[in-house]
């Protein structure tokens, strides 16, 4: 964690990557262990309990830093990052990794101001919450999470049609138990969604399998999306990879999936694993069931 002298001076223990603090930022600290919101928050030894009180605490477009502790865990909720520019950085590996679980019929943690980034928290279901994360404002950096859902919530993370230039890095979607839809719902009306990018992500639903699709759009695609170099396990018979409804979508949307492998958990068709819509692919291969090994997707059309 940041170790604060006095005069301002900051050391960063190297622990992973660590962020860069701009000049003038403010820094929080949280901790579910003895941490308290009566707090000031600005040292290690005195942090806060929640992260919601701390975002409430930051200035906008200010760079300013919430550093969630190891081994902090949170039932929360929701937790609104409404202040545009700020980043909350957790700390720690494995179940150290800070957890944050969902509590009733919300969603756990709602972006809803610009230029944000989320590192290296673990998200767990709970019954009757609707999503881990839900994408509302643009800029959105999501890297090095874990996001697990069960029988609830159904979809991990939700897109609305403000969720332009969302950049998803190096994620883990675990399905817990038998009931996930997708990892990646787009909202009705979010095919005006561009410019976004989902890259080296791991998305395990075995032994449960997921019931829909990976990526979903009910209705409109969203445009300008890369999926790239993801591993899917664990998909059931009638699930796909992608499924952005090209038949019936008003926008069809374009972008690409490239270097991609998934596997059904069941003996499955291969030219069903996905609907792209209007999407391209390179290099995606498929496994239709245990022990086969994967084949590049067949042409689908004549060019």
């Avoid at 550093?67 to 202040?83: C, K, N, R, S, Y």
């Avoid at 800070?98 to 019929?105: D, E, M």
């Avoid at 969604?193 to 409109?220: E, I, M, S």
């Avoid at 270097?259 to 291969?270: E, G, N, W």
Wanted: charged fraction near 15%; include cysteine; glycine fraction near 12%.
């Amino acid at each position: 964690m940041p170790t604060r002298f006095t005069h301002g001076i900051q050391a960063y223990p190297m622990i992973g990557a660590s962020p860069d603090v701009p000049p003038g930022a403010n820094v929080f600290f949280v901790d579910s262990v003895g941490g308290s919101n009566n707090a000031a928050g600005t040292e290690p030894d005195t942090p806060l309990a929640t992260i919601d009180y701390a975002i409430g605490l930051c200035t906008a477009t200010n760079g300013d830093h919430i550093f969630v502790l190891p081994g902090h865990a949170e039932t929360a909720t929701t937790i609104t990052m409404d202040v545009a520019g700020v980043t909350i950085w957790g700390y720690g590996y494995g179940r150290a990794r800070p957890a944050i679980t969902g509590s009733g019929a919300n969603d756990t943690i709602t972006v809803t101001a610009a230029n944000c980034r989320i590192h290296n928290l673990r998200l767990i279901g709970a019954a009757s919450v609707t999503a881990l994360l839900n994408v509302a404002s643009t800029d959105l950096y999501v890297d090095d999470c874990v996001f697990e859902h069960g029988a609830a919530p159904t979809e991990a993370v939700t897109l609305a049609t403000a969720g332009n230039r969302f950049y998803f890095d190096n994620c883990k979607f675990l399905g817990t138990a038998n009931g996930p839809d997708s990892a990646f719902f787009f909202e009705v009306g979010s095919g005006t969604v561009t410019d976004w990018h989902v890259r080296d992500c791991q998305f395990n639903y075995l032994p449960n399998g997921l019931d829909r699709a990976v990526f979903v759009a009910t209705v409109d695609g969203p445009t300008g999306g890369i999926i790239q170099r993801c591993v899917v396990l664990g998909l059931d018979v009638e699930a796909r990879f992608i499924d952005f409804l090209s038949s019936s979508g008003t926008n069809a949307g374009e972008g690409m999936i490239i270097d991609a492998v998934a596997q059904a958990r069941l003996a499955a068709t291969i030219t069903d694993f996905y609907d792209l819509g209007a999407y391209g692919t390179a290099r995606v291969y498929f496994s239709d069931g245990p022990n086969r090994g994967a084949l590049v997707h067949p042409t689908t059309s004549a060019t």
